[in-house]
């Protein structure tokens, strides 16, 4: 009899699930190097802002792959899907979800990122480790490695679009500066030619024309405090040089490069650029995150299953 189950590597970059493991998570995403009180205490004021903390960061990672499962159950019956999760900075990590799947006893697996641009900086690194994982226990698996330009995401995200518009004047919208944005890498990547800027680039263009917006630009945010530099211009600069240069007072920012609520959007966004906003006399507004939506799982099932039948 055929073994008719194919494992699905569901990664992601992981938050703390209380505040005791912040210390810990925050030590891993510096690759060891514990970090110093006053960034620890940086980190935990971040967290503190957002209304109910991080918990519910953590519930957004759980409850897509809980709807990726269903979703894949639903659509491709003849497949016996087994979805598990692997976060690059926190438990259950990358190699830990490899590990269940073998234990399992599931032979093929298919590893996709809850990210839809590639970068060997982010993307890359994901599949290294669990590909090394795989190989250690016997697991064939295959790797999507983007999906910035498959025609639900755009889809989904134009729909967000609109529906942002919809929270200004009517007499306004035609004013609206549509601001999307990405999470900054450093800036060598462009010295490796890495796809990671035009893939977002042409997410964005994709997501403008369906959703009959003219008006708009791309900015980077959150970028890292490392001390080399990162990719810009940062949403916030564009924010100042918009209001003052060009006289913008309406924006409505999409997050393209993201596909949830976390730190990123909940603080960076939300916080600051609100904060930030609000100073310049700029009506602000941010698209809803793509989380669990019905398109977003479908379009991940597809993929997965079109990998899996690559293989």
Known sequence: MTDNRVGVLVMSYGTPNSFEEVEAYYTHIRRGIPPSPEQLQ??????????????????????????LQQTLQRDYPAVDYVCVQGLKHAAPFIEDGVEEIAAAGIRRAVG????????????????????????????AIRFVKSYHDHPLLIEALAERVKLGLERFPPDKRAQVRVIFTAHSLPAHILDMHDPYPQQLMETSRLVAETAGVTNWQFAWQSAGQTGVPWLGPDILEVLETVNREEGVNEVLICPVGFVSDHLEILYDIDIECRRLAQSLGIHLERTEMLNADAKYMKLLADTVHRTAEEG
């Open 42 to 67: 940086a980190l935990m004021a971040r967290y503190e802002a957002i209304v109910g903390g991080f918990f519910p960061l953590r519930r957004n990672t759980d409850n897509q792959v809980a709807a």
């Open 112 to 139: 996709i990122v809850l990210a839809p641009h590639y970068s060997r900086m982010s993307i890359g690194g994901y599949i290294e480790r669990a590909r090394k994982k795989a190989e250690e226990t016997g697991v």
